[in-house]
């Protein structure tokens, strides 16, 4: 398997900096708390439910700091941490550019779109969407989503691209 193309889009610095603000903050308060001996003296279960809320951060950090795309002659493979896909390039059936929507995803990392379909975004970014055989439609933001569009044609063996209309939340017909 050769890798043609790869690309790494880091997390959003704010939420970022607002999920590692939550530790520090979490973790110098149980540490504090431990320290002084309080621990002992009143019911655990809020410390316990602090420390989950800890552990949980962590698990964030690692696993959703980046979004990572791999494009090899045989697969397209992205993803955030554990939450990777892999797709066979022969199940691509149509690539499309795509303006990142917010109110479709309402929200980062891996989400499931209103239309249906699971969003990877990592950030404000447009991207790709990948109609697949047999699946749910993906949309993958990128840095450089007509480059990554263009790439996967190349190794698809041709165009297999659409048009997406604007979503913009109404429709009009004219008379």
Do not use: C
């Not at 979490?26 to 602090?50: D, R």
């Not at 989950?52 to 990572?68: A, G, P």
């Not at 917010?102 to 929200?107: A, I, K």
């Amino acid at each position: 398997m050769q890798i043609v193309h790869e690309e790494t889009q880091k997390f959003s610095a704010l939420m970022g900096l607002l999920v590692f603000g939550s530790m520090v903050i979490i973790g110098a308060y149980l540490i504090i708390q431990w320290q002084k001996g309080a621990l002992a003296e009143i019911s655990t279960w809020p410390y316990v439910f602090l420390g989950l809320i800890l552990i949980l951060d962590i698990f964030f950090i690692v696993n959703f700091y980046q979004l990572k795309i791999v494009l090899t002659n045989e697969h397209l493979i992205f993803g955030f941490g554990i939450l990777r896909r892999k797709i066979k390039l022969s199940d691509i059936r149509e690539v499309a550019l795509e303006k990142f929507i917010f109110q479709r995803y309402m929200g980062y990392g891996v989400r499931t779109g209103r239309d249906k379909s699971v969003g990877y975004v990592a950030r404000n970014s447009d991207g790709i969407r990948l109609k697949v055989n047999n699946q749910k439609d993906f949309f993958i933001t990128s840095d450089d989503g007509s480059r990554l569009k263009s790439m996967i044609e190349s190794q698809l063996g041709g165009s297999k691209s659409f048009e997406k209309e604007p979503d913009i939340g109404m429709s009009f017909e004219s008379e």
